[in-house]
């Protein structure tokens, strides 16, 4: 196995055994769940009150610049994380490093399902497996050509690696809080 089917591999057991089964069933409304007052999400064009939605469809999600955000930090929906896997995590790199079409968030179009952001998902994390299967031993060593990243490309596939599994656990630990919000006070001893 080469070094780059081993940094795939790592990300692709992942995927088949935690995080890709654990977004079967997700619905709409769960989809879009707020779990606390002011979450950031995707939100139909012209309802977010973010600092600066982005996206080019009929959903963008809510965004600010760094020094517009509020403190603490807002929560964010799973249609966020989602919208922030495959754009920020996945989309972006995948233009970067392996060709095809440029993905940005002001440009993007956001989904507006649950359906549809699975959808845009997959179809991301398939491009992103395939570029980084076909990685030589040279490419990981050297800071890719394009995109502002200047690390060896072997970096920041272990970055994205990481950034995949730490969002889609906070998904995860999501979906298990709408499962189980029925409002119950802790017993206490």
Known sequence: MTRSERLAEQLDWYWHKNLRPRLDGLADEEYFWEPVRDC???????????????????????SAPPELVPTPAPVTTIAWRLGHIIVSCL????????????????TFAYAGTADEA??????MYGRWNTGVR???????DH?????????????????????LIHHG????LLRDLYLRRDGAVPHRT
């Open 169 to 172: 656990a906070e998904i995860s």
């Open 134 to 140: 076909e990685l030589s031993d040279t490419d990981l």
């Open 118 to 123: 699975l959808k845009q998902l997959d179809e």
């Open 143 to 163: 800071p890719p050509t394009v995109g502002p990243e200047r690390f060896p490309l072997e970096n920041r596939v272990l970055h994205v690696n990481r950034e």
């Open 91 to 106: 989309g972006y790199r995948v233009g970067w490093y392996f060709g095809g079409q440029d993905v940005d968030s002001r």
């Open 40 to 62: 950031w999400s995707i939100r139909p064009r012209g309802t977010s009150t973010a600092p600066m939605p982005t996206g080019s469809g009929g959903w963008t999600m809510d």
